[in-house]
């Protein structure tokens, strides 16, 4: 009985695109496109995500690469950000209180650089003006009549006690010592000796005035620490009054200038209070001239005695136009929410608050922040700081060390700020998966998700769209001008990539490597447009290069290494198909499958499973065919074989059950004892209902399938199964479709399991009649047959048990 599927036709294999369809001659007729085609769904998730001010409404922009996300995404940030308000300037400033808590001050946009020079204009200013006035001719007189004071109230202390000391022979001396009393003769001092020498009663009267003056003269000396505080607060409030002047002359005209905000206004009031209190701080130290103006600029060590009263301006918005659109290639925690970095100083770090930089959250703060989410992750501790400022809604400035408490070294905590930002953070569809099953905050945070399509629809219109898309790259990346021919090729090439004829790929990324290359060659071949052939060329290039391994696999085959036939007939045995994927490029390779049976319980042995070399899907595929198994032929009975199913020469996991079609027609062909026609080879799963369904990678497997053909060399029997469901994909190699065109390969829509045995076999594959059998000479018949022998034969041998259990790796039926 002759197969009831004919082949495709060669026009079904691989959808053309006319260049006579497209309305142009080359894309310099084309205008550019400056709409995003393809990718509706995507664009209403940012602009709803972008557009909803409400906490936790962060985006996820999930896709595939090479869509365009980070062009497409950062590009609308960018746009909607035009209308958005320019945020406020960021300062951070001395805490005069307590130093190590630094003050951050909200400006109006480009008045922080403002404050920042007004600061460093007073500073300069009063270094001249404090100096002048404390080195004047009126501040030295006041200041000498303090000290002055100070010494008149210490000398008539000395002149008293002197003057008690006279009468009785004793005098006040300064020795190295300090003050003391001796006894003096003559105007002189006696010595040890002398004093030695005078009589007894003398000597006691002596020594007694001695002890009562020079218990009189530490008394005295004890008020002297009083009177030297009392001196230094009379000068420093005399420093007060000559300098408060000064300094709130050059403060009046800064508080002018932020007369309206009143944060700044607190701010200066404390700054002129310590210039006030420290304005000693203002004369020049040994060696260094007074700063006048035009003055050679002063050396580090002077100038870090005014860093106290400089303005740290973390973020300016000066020229900033509209809201902040901030893409952060590498986000670090310190690069996210800023740090505070160290000086080092005789052996020791020291910081303060100039010390304090800007992370990414700053910089973006009132705007959007764009992040990549794969370098998100893979940095320390960067994703938990992130939420950690969403959750708050404040940046709070801290070292990796310092959160987890492995550094003790003194550092300042800056005062933390208000986080208004909408986060976009770009990644691939499992990342965003994985995060939202395993972080529990994650969907709290990013609620919005930018679901980037893998491919649209061919149509009309689109064809058009994605032609001026083709022409909006060419001219944005200065290739050459595209004529009609080319652009058909790259749109058959966009299907190609997409998988499947009906949709054109959004993998922009692509499509623009292949005219890039295009542009080398034709180039190379001095031709001033890019035509058909360079795009082809191109493509033959990219799979040349990275067709080193498929040519190797095809090689050993043909050696004879690798057990491959394409011609004759074989019991249990089928050409199965299988994908291997490398970076940036894929390959179909052909495998043999083989299936024994003998008597058994019942169990079809999956060998790549047992020896824990096939995934779970594969698994699951042996399983569903045993179970298509009992339902068709032992509903009513026990089976009682045991079967085998292997990939030959197979040293690598084996996963997927797109060949769970193809054993099963070998365990069906072991049964019946029919052979294979080895000319075919089979891809396709099958469900419990006999029905063959779509599986991935079918142009690939197709491919590789005809490579090896091709080099055994084509005898016109030569094809491929392939389910029905998978025809819209196919968009197969040229070589393919002319050999097709000649007779000499084929590719046949298979529905079923009956109608792919027919083609493998020759022989019907029968259905029940009436009588509830298959027919004689049918396969459903000789399998049905050979497995009631095999239950005849087992109760023969007198072996029980449990039959019809499910059990073991391999499916027990």
Known sequence: MAATVAPLKPEVLYRRCEPAELPFQTTAELKDLHRIVGQERALGSLEFGIGIRRQGYNLFALGP?????????????????????????????????????????????????????????????????????????????????????????????????????????????????????????????????????????????????????????????????????????????????????????????????????????????????????????????EGESQGAPGTPRLSPAVRDRFRRYRVNLLVDHTHQVGAPVIYEDNPTMPNLVGRVENLAELGALITDFTLIKAGALHRANGGYLMLDAQ??????????????????????????????????????????????????????????????????????????????????????????????????????????????????????????????????????????????????????????????????????????????????????????IVLIDTAGSKVGQINGLSVLSLPNFSFGKPSRITARVRLGRGEVIDVERRVELGGPTHSKGVLILSAFLAARYASDQPLSLSATLVFEQSYGGVDGDSASSAELYALMSALSELPIDQSFAVTGSVNQFGQVQAIGGVNQKIEGYFDVCRHHGLTGKQGVLIPSTNVRHLMLRRDIVEAAHKGQFRIFPIETIDQGIELLTGFPAGAREDDGKFPKGSVNRRVEDRLIALVQQRRRFGVGGDEGTEGGQGGRV
Not at 103 to 130: F, Y
Request: some cysteine; hydrophobic content about 40%; glycine content about 6%.
């Open 65 to 285: 690469g090479g869509t365009g996300k980070h062009t497409i995404a950062f590009g609308f940030l960018q746009q909607r950000a035009r209308a958005g308000d320019v945020p406020p300037d960021l300062c951070y400033v001395n805490n005069f209180e307590v130093p190590y808590r630094p003050i951050a001050l909200k400006l109006p946009p480009s008045r922080g650089s403002k404050l920042q020079s007004e600061m460093r204009g007073l500073i300069e200013d009063l270094r001249v003006a404090i100096p002048a006035i404390l080195e004047g001719e009126e501040y030295r007189n006041r200041r000498q009549l303090i000290d002055e004071a100070t010494k008149t109230r210490q000398a008539e202390i000395f002149e008293r006690l002197q003057a008690e000391a006279q009468p009785k022979g004793i005098s006040l001396l300064r020795t190295p010592m300090g003050f003391a009393f001796a006894p003096v003769r003559e105007g002189a001092a006696l010595s040890p000796e002398d004093f030695q020498k005078l009589p007894e009663a003398e000597r006691k009267r002596i020594e007694a005035d001695l002890k009562t003056l020079q218990e009189e003269l530490e008394e005295e000396l004890r008020k002297f620490p009083a009177w030297e505080r009392e001196r230094r607060d009379q000068a420093r409030e005399l420093d007060r009054q000559v300098t408060s002047a000064a300094v709130a002359t050059g403060i009046a005209v800064v508080k002018e200038h932020f007369r309206d905000l009143p944060e700044v206004l607190a701010y200066l009031g404390a700054v002129e209070k310590d210039i006030v209190d420290n304005a000693d701080a203002f004369l020049p130290t």
């Open 375 to 560: 370098k998100l992750l893979t940095q320390p501790y960067a994703y938990e700081a992130l939420k950690r400022a969403l959750r708050a809604r404040q940046i709070t400035i801290e070292s990796p060390g310092q959160a987890l408490s492995l550094v003790s070294t003194t550092t300042v905590e800056p005062e933390p700020v208000f986080l208004d930002v909408k986060v976009l953070i770009v990644g691939t569809r499992d990342i965003y998966y994985l995060l939202a099953a395993q972080d529990p905050e994650f969907n709290d945070l990013f609620k919005v998700a930018a679901d980037f399509d893998d491919d649209m629809p061919r149509e009309g219109e689109a064809v058009l769209a994605y032609a001026q898309l083709i022409a909006t790259i060419a001219r944005r990346e200065g290739l050459k001008t595209l004529d009609r021919g080319a652009v058909a090729r790259l749109i058959e090439q966009a299907g190609r990539i997409a998988d499947d004829n009906q949709k054109l790929t959004t993998r922009i990324g692509d499509v623009a490597d292949v005219m890039r290359e295009a542009d080398y060659w034709a180039g190379r071949a001095k031709h001033e447009v890019i035509g058909a052939d360079d795009i082809e060329k191109a493509i033959d290039q990219q799979i040349y290069r990275s067709g080193r391994v498929r040519e190797k696999s095809l090689e050993i085959i043909d050696n004879g």
